[in-house]
């Protein structure tokens, strides 16, 4: 409902259910970007080891897997340079907005039969959401600034309804586009993701005048001489990629590997660079440098929880696909329907969880412990899976396991996720508070880029032995930080 207030600034301005008009604006194109994303995933891995009589691509298992696994690193590996962007160069406003065309381009492009086009799509979809993902957030967060009327527990209900819109289009997504690619209906199906990221881009051209100019200028200006540096190195560094690619090629030897391997390597190497940029910035203060310390076992932790969590969307969404009884008398459950299991889990619980931590107060658990929780919650989650397996081997199983599976996963992540979230810009030196953030989205790439080099051995074990080994290493894991929760926890400083 849409109301009207009067800020610091004497001016009256709509607001929405007693937040910031423009915050609608912010909800419905997260929902609707949202919706085009995880649409889009739940049917990837499918498409992908579709037979190709079926409109497929013919992957087998692994193949498919791993390419899932670098295209969602690369989703939130690029939210870096997209902050960078929005930061100095075009504003969050402008960037949001180019990420949004981008994005819809990209499904488009996925609706074509052609595989250079495929490729293309993923490609857009990848730079897209690199330009919208993080500034959308920074928005919600600008909004408030331009309030300071408002207080910080309504700023905190603002980014709960924000990612209520999150969740709302990950729960729908998959019911519509999961309908079309049970039919082998495929380019329908990323056909309608592209519908969703076209109302998005809509909705938020036309909501401009409710965002309160927020976002219109880039935060720190890039100035000219930077300017030119920068071009330098990038034109470097797209020259050495350009002739190491001619060198492969020429000598015969290119593999589409070859690009996945290096992009994994990418992920991996650069939040490390930054690590080692922080330590030996000399005028980091001990406490400082004692969180960043801190940090890089939550990055450790973060990263090894992503990596098991996001199979959910290529191994075991093959798995529910292949050895899992579907059929509900003539009806058989898309299998895309399964990925939206977590996000209506998300909903339900996500008020729980809130309500603990409140009720506990200052009693409830570190964040360290809280980790440990999280990671000992996605180990059990694998050993169910591996439990699953075995059970799979003598023929198809209930979808009830994929159900406890996926409850446990969330409950995991509601331990981990915003707690993370939150733990990073408490732990983050201030020259680095940006960057720092940039990190725990890279977290995720991290973990996504590790499974390139994981899910392949997914075809030289069986389902029991392959889901129990992680689901015990990630417990090894939990275990340890459990121990270590009280090093850790001095090594942060004061923050809880």
């Not at 990038?234 to 690619?245: G, I, R, T, W």
């Not at 992503?306 to 299998?335: C, H």
């Not at 050993?383 to 446990?408: C, E, H, K, T």
């Amino acid at each position: 409902m849409a109301t009207t207030a009067v800020p610091a600034s004497g001016k009256p301005v709509k607001t929405w259910l007693g937040h910031p008009g423009g915050l609608v604006v912010l909800f419905l194109t997260e929902m609707w970007e949202r919706f085009s994303f995880y649409g889009m995933r739940a049917i990837l891995t499918l498409f992908l080891a579709t037979e190709l009589t079926d409109g497929g691509f013919g992957m087998d298992d692994v193949a498919a897997a791993s390419l899932y696994s670098i295209y969602n690193s690369m989703v939130y590996f690029m939210a870096l340079p997209g902050g960078w962007i929005a930061d100095r160069i075009m504003g969050t406003r402008r960037s949001v907005l180019w990420g949004g065309i981008i994005i819809a381009l990209g499904h488009y492009s996925l609706a074509f039969s052609a595989r250079s086009m495929f490729y293309l799509g993923l490609v857009l979809i990848v730079l897209g959401t690199g330009l919208l993902k993080p500034n959308i957030s920074a928005m919600v967060g600008e909004l408030y600034d331009k309030h300071p009327e408002m207080h910080e527990s309504r700023r905190d209900a603002g980014f709960t309804l924000f990612y209520l819109g999150i969740n709302l289009g990950a729960f729908i997504a998959p019911l519509l586009t999961g309908i079309f690619a049970a039919r082998k209906d495929w380019h329908v199906a990323f056909g309608i993701a592209a519908v969703g990221m076209t109302i998005a881009v809509i909705q938020y051209v036309l909501g401009y005048r409710r965002l309160e100019g927020v976002g219109l200028k880039a935060h720190k200006p890039l100035q000219h001489h930077e300017r030119n540096k920068i071009l330098k190195i990038a034109a470097v560094c797209l020259a050495v990629v350009v002739v190491l690619l001619a060198i492969d090629v020429a000598a015969g030897t290119f593999k589409a590997d070859h690009v996945k391997n290096a992009l994994t390597v990418l992920a991996l190497v650069v939040p490390a660079l930054y690590f080692i940029m922080m330590f030996r910035d000399r005028s980091l203060t001990h406490q400082e440098r004692s969180r960043v310390s801190a940090y890089v076992w939550i990055f450790i932790g973060a990263a090894l929880f992503w990596m098991i969590y996001d199979q959910a969307g290529s191994l075991v969404n093959l798995f529910t696909n292949e050895k899992v009884d579907r059929q509900v008398g003539s009806f058989e459950i898309p299998t895309a329907w399964f990925q939206s299991v977590n996000p209506v889990l998300i909903l339900l619980l996500a008020p729980v969880f809130a309500w603990m931590w409140t009720k506990l107060d200052r009693r409830q658990p570190g964040t360290p412990v809280k980790f440990s929780l999280a990671l000992l919650g996605i180990g059990l989650s694998f050993l169910v899976m591996g439990a699953a397996g075995a059970a799979a081997a003598r023929g198809l199983i209930s979808p009830w396991w994929i159900v406890l599976v996926y409850f446990i996963q969330t409950c995991a992540e509601l331990l981990l996720s915003p707690v993370g979230l939150s733990v990073t810009t408490k732990l983050a030196p201030l020259r680095y508070a940006s960057q720092v953030m940039g990190l725990w989205f890279l977290a995720t790439a991290a973990g996504n880029a590790l499974n390139t080099w994981v899910t392949p051995l997914s075809g030289k074990l069986s389902d029991a032995a392959y889901y129990g080994s992680l689901g015990v290493l990630a417990i090894i894991v939990g275990v340890c930080f459990w121990f270590g929760a009280r090093r850790i926890g001095d090594l942060m400083s004061g923050v809880h």
